[in-house]
């Protein structure tokens, strides 16, 4: 994959983190938008459809005034009775009855034609479009209403008649006798005067509904349709029912200006995001300009650095940041060290170099030194010297395992058994028996020490606590866990040491006669740093106490074999 600098991994971190409140202020914007224009569109809905209902309702009251005037006149009435009663209508009443349906008709606009219906079914009217009282071809196919109810309201279905209209009939009651039903009178009125009802404001359109089917509309293509047809995705409806007729008023709202508000919106915080994008990109270089600056400063230190360039330093700039200042003191300080370290590791590797060298040309020395032990063991068994022979065979195996791998690591397990042969050869040289003790516990043996680590305390020992010291000499050696190091103990009965002399080697001071000391304590700076200490103590009964802490190593390995 590519590798990106500074700036490209923050202008898309500022990016993301700009995006995310916009991304919020968005939808609550939207959200919010959305529920304030729909609540408009329902506010300006339920208005627009009061305001239709009540349209409805006063072109109604003005039609049902007249037929209200028309079936409480007196003369009107007595014309009523009359034609109920008699089998044949007097032409004379007919006319009268004709003649007021003609002047209603020609003073009240809209009103194309009204009649009267009796109980038998006979009909007198008065045709205002084909100005005729005789001949229609659409009056007398009105339906008589099948109702109880005092008015009721129909819209015409009348084929033949090319004029659309709607019907008001009321019934007409004897008030001298209220239990007599004198018949119905029908009001027909030219349905473009329920324009009113159907204006509405820009984006709505507004229909009567009759059964299900469509009957007022400004588009006339829909008249007779199904309710159904107003189904559609593209508009919100509403409706209510004019409680005088029955008609369902339905108004179907455009959700075109919505949704061009919302896409307005929309298109509003695209750009305000695209303008908050480009002010954050731009801030981030003049930010970051400066430290770019000192970062490839850093960077083209560094490639020096690579190439084994470690004298230059880093300017430390007033203007940089605490962070940057500090990252250039480090590195200067990183540099100096590593100059430093360079030298002591070829001068460490010069010595190393020679050692090798002088460990070469001495390797023949202990080959040869095996062989002439070997020679004297077989002569000593040969004349029957079995203690000199096994003193010899001790001898050949301290040499063996102190000069192969020397410094390696080893098990405490096996360093024991290389000191039970130490300890044979010394006390032959001290011409007395030292007994050796060893409380090591069992998961404790495969733990790993250095080779000859306890060699120059139990040395020590000998050399000093037990020479000129009466009695059995007895040498010690425990181990134990102490949290995360290794304890090893190293205690013998003979002479205490000195209060000065102790507290020299406490201190690590070097000593003259202790050189054996001074080497193990630089073996244990070399093998652990810091991680290991060293402590002598006097017995009060007699005797010194060494203890040694080393950190753990091993445990679960096989022991080593050069034992």
Known sequence: MKKKNLRQILIPAFIITACIPITIFTVISQARLKKSTLDNMNNQAEADLQKSNQCLNMTLDKYETILYDITTAEDFLNLAVTAKESADIMETDAYNMRSEFS?????????????????????????????????????????????????????????????????ISRKVVNYWDISEDLGEVILSVDADELSSVLDVGKGSEIYLIDDGRIVGAENEKLLGRTEDILETKR?????????????????????????????????????????VLLVFVFLIYKVTEPVMVSVNEIVDAMKNLEKDNFREKLAIKENDSIEIQ??????????????????????????????????LEAQIDPHFLYNILDTINWKAIENEQYEISEMLVALAEILRYAINDAGELTTIEAEKVWLEKYILLQQEKLGEKIELIFKIPEELKTYKIHKMLLQPFVENAIKYSFRGCKGEHRLTIEAAKAEEQLH????????????????????????KNHLGISNVRKRLELYYGED?????????SGGVKVHLFIPIQGGNDDADSSH
């Open 532 to 540: 290991t200490a060293v402590y002598f103590e006097n017995i009060l």
């Open 488 to 511: 090893l103990i190293i205690v013998n009965n003979g002479q205490c040491i000195e209060k000065v002399r102790l507290k020299e080697l406490n201190e690590g001071t070097k000593i």
């Open 103 to 167: 002047h209603i008709c020609n003073r009240n606009q809209g009103v194309d034609g009204i009649q009267l219906v009796l109980a038998d079914r006979k009909r007198i009217f008065y045709d205002r479009l084909s100005s005729s009282s005789v001949n229609s071809s659409w009056i007398e196919k009105v339906a008589v209403p099948e109702t109880e109810e005092m008015l009721s309201y129909t819209m015409g279905q009348e084929n033949e008649n090319p004029e659309r209209m709607f019907h």
């Open 235 to 275: 508009v919100s409806q509403k409706s209510i029912t004019n409680t005088r007729s029955g008609w369902k008023i339905v108004l179907c709202q455009s959700l075109s200006e919505y949704q061009r508000a919302i896409r307005e919106q929309i298109v509003f915080w695209l750009l305000l995001a695209v303008a």
């Open 326 to 359: 500090k990252i250039s003191e480090g590195f200067n300080d990183m540099t100096e060290r590593i100059y430093h370290l360079i030298g002591q590791v070829k001068q460490s590797a010069l010595e190393q170099k020679n050692a090798e060298i002088s460990a």
